[in-house]
């Protein structure tokens, strides 16, 4: 659930087709396990002070496709309750963008 400060920009047109943007360049697929992804996820997490700088909002290098359950776990992980670390998995992305084993 997205925080107060977020919740217009998480509606806004700009973020609605960057965020399909980058469910289509990973081709759905969650970066950290290989399943279905429906969400996307800021490496370096928007905050009150950052939330104007689209380097950090919009930028394709600050956005991964994630499923449901390894986004929570990221969020998780911040807080010192478990992580589950992109490090971890064992796929990665070729140049053509095709899922592969690491």
């Given at each position: 659930m997205a925080r107060d400060f977020a919740k217009s920009f998480y509606k806004s047109k700009e973020w609605q087709q960057t965020r399909d943007y980058i469910l289509r360049r990973d081709r759905f697929l969650c970066r950290d396990c290989g399943r279905a992804a429906s969400e996307v996820h800021h490496i370096e997490h928007l905050t009150p002070q950052n939330i104007g700088d689209v380097h950090i909002t919009m930028n394709p290098e600050n956005l991964v496709s994630l499923c449901r359950d390894c986004h929570f776990e990221r969020h998780k992980g911040e807080h010192g309750k478990g992580r589950k670390a992109f490090e971890e998995n064992p796929y990665?992305?070729?140049?053509?963008?095709?899922l592969i084993p690491k």
């Open positions: 990665t992305f070729n140049e053509n963008g095709y």
